[in-house]
């Protein structure tokens, strides 16, 4: 793009993003930013950083806009999942499981809190997504869990508790991600589902966050033959969008197309037809174009010839304008206590599940074995090393080893990473993996040594291995998640 970028109206309805990179933060985003705000964009996506440098740019986006942005970050399992420093919590799986409301309502306040404090005003969260298919490849403990009433209840609870703080909530994947077998960001999922299935099932948790006030849907790019025969994904299908979402359901907030730079929304065709057909289906906002220019230059020229509806193109506009302004202002008159960020961790200890207990103790050395299904994923750079970190917090001299060794006669801890995640493209832990996790209990057998496996991710990943030894289940291979595994170890010894 050229430095001399000039504005354009259509630009406030996309949303480029802004990624995180070390060192230099967001130092190689400088020429962008200054082109992307001279054009007009209507918001940013922030992908990582530190909750300081993440402050100070948001005061400066805020600034040098003229217009209120609308500043985002996926926030699932607190501000943690994003930004350094600040709390991260476990998965919604794992907090529903606790069968606690107000654990719930408390967490969805303390990210909103933090969020609004680093000058983020939209959440892009919960998960409306039921759990119907355990070969979901992306789903997994994102979801409120398979009952679909209940997923409602909470998803409501949580939108409300939110948007309580002054930032907006975010259902998605509407109309529901819950029955695919197939990742969107590599192909395009299909959901042969009956429409009667989908109206009472799928689209109940969506239907909950709507009456709970939601200021915002996120569209699925998947394909849904019984809403609309085309077999367009959700994301460009007027049908689902205008006919469904706008008219029966009498959503009239914020639409947002999921990222469009996912294999999902572009079968069969480039970003610029993706981009403008999705505002001709009904999308407020894009999120996450590729190319920011071309897709805001084939939005003005789609106006032009008269493709692109202007009542639509000023709807559009309005909600995006309303919401921005509705967002509260960073401040930190609110800005979560130490209390709070305790609070955090308490609620990943309680999250922690043993099965085939009691554990046994650790000895004062302690041998770790990691074994990563992630580590090839693209974007995944998790820390593995917070179990180790939280052992020796604990008194634990914890060494990393790949096999049962002889600097230890304690319990071997086998620490397994499987989450479900973007691109990885399965559901399941790889037959490698598999084939590992089974030559180091073989090792520990052999060594006549105890086993604690970890199970750092959904915990059917694990449980599909029949395993008979005692077993942490921490949900996610998040470092909040990976101290609570290393704590609840602790307390047993």
């Known amino acids: 793009m050229s430095a001399a970028v000039a504005s354009r109206e259509l630009a406030q309805l996309v949303m480029p993003a802004l990624v995180w990179r070390a060192p230099g933060g967001f130092d190689h985003e400088t020429d962008r930013i200054a082109e992307y705000l001279a054009m007009g964009v209507g918001g940013f996506l922030l992908i990582g950083g530190d909750q300081e440098v993440v402050r100070t740019l948001t005061k400066r986006l805020q600034r040098e806009s003229r217009h209120p942005l609308l500043i985002a970050a996926d926030l699932e399992r607190g501000a943690g999942q994003q930004f350094r420093n600040a709390t991260g919590l476990p998965p919604l799986s794992a907090i529903a499981a606790l069968d606690d409301l107000e654990a719930l309502k408390r967490a969805a306040r303390l990210t909103a809190r933090e969020a609004r404090t680093m000058g983020v005003n939209w959440n892009l969260a919960p ?16 979801s409120f869990g398979s009952d679909f009433m209940r997923v409602g209840k909470l998803a409501a609870a949580w939108v409300e508790a939110c948007q309580s703080e002054g930032v907006l909530a975010c ?14 960001h590599l192909t395009l999922p ?11 099932q799928d689209i109940a948790p969506f239907r909950a966050a709507i009456t709970a006030g939601v200021a915002s849907i996120m569209t699925a790019h998947v394909a849904y033959p019984a809403l609309d025969p ?40 480039d970003e610029t037809e993706a981009a403008v057909m999705a505002v001709q289906a009904g999308c407020d906002v894009l999120l996450q174009p590729d190319d920011v220019l071309a897709v805001v230059e084939a939005l003005e020229t789609a106006r032009r010839e008269g493709r692109l509806d202007p009542e639509v193109v ?15 202002p960073p401040n930190d008159w609110r800005r979560p206590s130490g209390a709070d960020t305790a609070w955090g961790a308490l609620l990943a200890d309680r999250c922690v ?39 020796r917090a604990g008194g634990i001299d914890a060494r990393r080893a790949d096999a049962p060794g002889a600097v230890s006669h304690g319990p071997l801890v ?26 180091v209990l073989e090792a520990a057998r052999e060594a006549q040594r105890d086993v604690i496996v970890c199970a750092m991710g959904d915990p059917r990943l694990v449980q599909a291995l029949a395993l008979t030894m005692p077993t942490v289940h921490a949900w996610s291979g998040d470092a909040v998640m990976q101290q609570a595994a290393a704590r609840a170890m602790i307390k047993k010894r």
């Open 353 to 391: 599940r043993i099965d085939h207990g009691p554990l046994p103790a650790l000895a004062a050395v302690t041998e770790v074995v990691i074994v990563d299904d992630d580590v090839h994923v693209p974007g995944s750079h998790a820390t593995r090393n917070g179990l180790l970190d939280a052992l």
């Open 414 to 439: 086998l620490a397994v990473f499987g989450d479900r995640l973007p691109s990885k493209g399965r559901a399941g832990l790889s037959a490698d993996i598999e084939t590992r996790v089974h030559q």
């Open 190 to 200: 299909v959901v042969d589902a009956p429409l009667d299935v989908l109206k009472e």
């Open 230 to 269: 085309s077999g367009l994904p959700a994301t460009l299908s007027r049908e689902i969008l205008q006919w469904l979402l706008r008219q029966q359901l009498k959503f009239d907030n914020i639409v947002v197309a999921d990222a469009l730079i996912m294999r999902g929304v572009l079968e069969g065709r």
């Open 171 to 184: 259902a998605k994947h509407f109309p529901g991600h819950g029955r695919t077998v197939q990742d969107s």
């Open 314 to 328: 000023r709807r559009a506009m309005r909600r995006r304008l309303k919401w921005a302004q509705w967002a509260s």
């Open 127 to 142: 998960v409306c997504d039921v759990d119907f298919e355990s070969e979901n490849p992306v789903l997994g403990n994102r």
